[in-house]
């Protein structure tokens, strides 16, 4: 058994069993999800008298918005990776355990939480925050996971709908001039070895990526809240699951509105809203109930398409082309967790502008062959 493991293990054996005063006099936060949301939510109870307990099934928090740099092996993934357990060294009050949520029972108030290779444990909570993020949805056709793994977005009748429509026709023109083939408002029936079949069409490819789509991870389900069409939790005013008190959900998973429209779901939104439900237990455990809302603050949003263009939309502010792509690269790189992860991608990305060549193209497993 590693190190790693042994730790929170062992630590958290004073948890099992139900909670009463006599076995845990400080009050226990425990957060599920070390993303983004859950990460905020943590570093905001940094001076809470109280544990906080993260718990994630992967030892390390991934920077979403650079995945599709992994995946198309510009960088490596130990680049935009980071070790929660390193996020949150210097947190006295903070514990990071390795683990699945299996369950959650809000009569007990325990989650049940699975150690790789060593059994479930009930984890009792005072205070619970679900920040579990989102699932690719294959819409009913899970079979098409097999052949087009997922990179999670938003869907719907042109590309980045999301963003004006001006700014949306200027990236589908972008991506006509770099050979791409731009098609929507097609129906895609089938995904398979050969590739996609779609509009009724076979399109021949060895390469299929799934992008269309997403769905609340299955610790959803478990809290019995309303959800919305996407199976994220419809929560209240104050990010909380409405007649549960003290359980919150934060980020992706939740599903916020605000004057009328969606709160999206992107690292600001969650990172807000993690912090914010931090900040709100810190006051309650300090006996005070300020009751004031969660607000989005929304910064504007960008996106980028191959080397040399982005486009970014603040308000009514609009931006595109090469001094965007300039833009992007900084924030990115800024918003990177670690100092080591900042230099990395920064001299990765130097190094592929003036060379052409992708700095992690490696192929781990052999591929298949009909001997083996
Ligand atoms: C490919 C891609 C590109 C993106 N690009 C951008 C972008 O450019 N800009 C932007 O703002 N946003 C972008 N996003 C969206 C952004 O990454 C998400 O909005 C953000 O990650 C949401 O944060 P979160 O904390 O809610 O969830 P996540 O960051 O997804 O974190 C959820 C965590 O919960 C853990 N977890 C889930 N279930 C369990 C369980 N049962 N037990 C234990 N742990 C569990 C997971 O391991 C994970 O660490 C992108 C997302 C993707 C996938």
């Not at 718990?55 to 979403?64: A, G, K, V």
């Not at 918005?65 to 009050?93: D, G, H, M």
């Amino acid at each position: 058994m590693s190190a790693m493991l042994a730790e929170p293990a062992e630590k958290l054996a004073v948890a099992d069993g139900p909670h009463t005063e006599q076995t845990r006099a400080q009050k226990r936060i425990v957060i599920i999800g070390g993303g983004f949301a859950g990460i905020a939510a943590a570093r905001a109870l940094k001076r809470a008298d109280a544990e906080v307990v993260l718990i994630d099934r992967r030892n390390h928090h991934i920077f979403q918005p650079l995945l599709y740099q992994a995946a198309t092996a510009v960088l490596a993934p130990s680049e935009i990776a980071a070790p929660i357990r390193q996020l949150a060294v210097k947190q006295r009050n903070l514990t990071v355990v390795l683990a699945e949520v299996t369950g959650v029972d809000l009569n007990s108030r325990t989650v049940d939480a699975s150690y790789p290779g060593l059994g479930t444990r009930k984890i009792p909570f005072d205070f619970l925050v679900v920040a579990t993020g989102m699932l690719p949805s294959y819409f009913g056709h899970d079979e098409f996971a097999r052949h087009a793994p997922g990179l999670k977005s938003l869907n719907g009748n042109r590309v980045l709908p999301s963003f004006a429509e001006t700014l949306s026709k200027k990236v589908t023109q972008r991506l006509e001039k770099l050979g791409i083939k731009v098609m929507t408002g097609v129906k895609v029936e089938k995904v398979d070895e050969q590739g996609v079949i779609a509009g009724g069409k076979r399109i021949p490819s060895a390469t299929v990526l799934w992008t269309a789509g997403v769905a609340a991870s299955a610790i959803v389900k478990m809290l019995g809240a309303k959800t919305d069409r996407a199976g994220r939790v419809t929560v209240g005013p104050c990010l909380d699951v409405p007649d549960v008190p003290g359980v919150f959900v934060v980020g992706d998973t939740a599903s916020v509105m605000q004057d009328g429209r969606p709160v999206p779901g992107v690292a600001q939104a969650a990172i807000q809203q993690g912090r914010y439900v931090g900040r709100l237990i810190c006051e309650r455990l300090k006996g005070r109930d300020p009751r004031r809302p969660f607000r989005y603050f929304d910064k504007g949003n960008m996106a980028v398409v191959g080397k040399n263009f982005a486009i970014l939309e603040a308000g009514r502010f609009h931006m595109s082309g090469f001094l965007t792509w300039l833009i992007w690269a900084f924030i990115h790189v800024a918003s990177l967790p670690q100092l080591q992860n900042r230099l990395q991608v920064e001299t990765q990305w130097l190094w592929s502008y003036f060379t052409g060549q992708r700095g992690s193209r490696l192929i781990s497993e052999a591929p298949r062959t009909a001997a083996n």
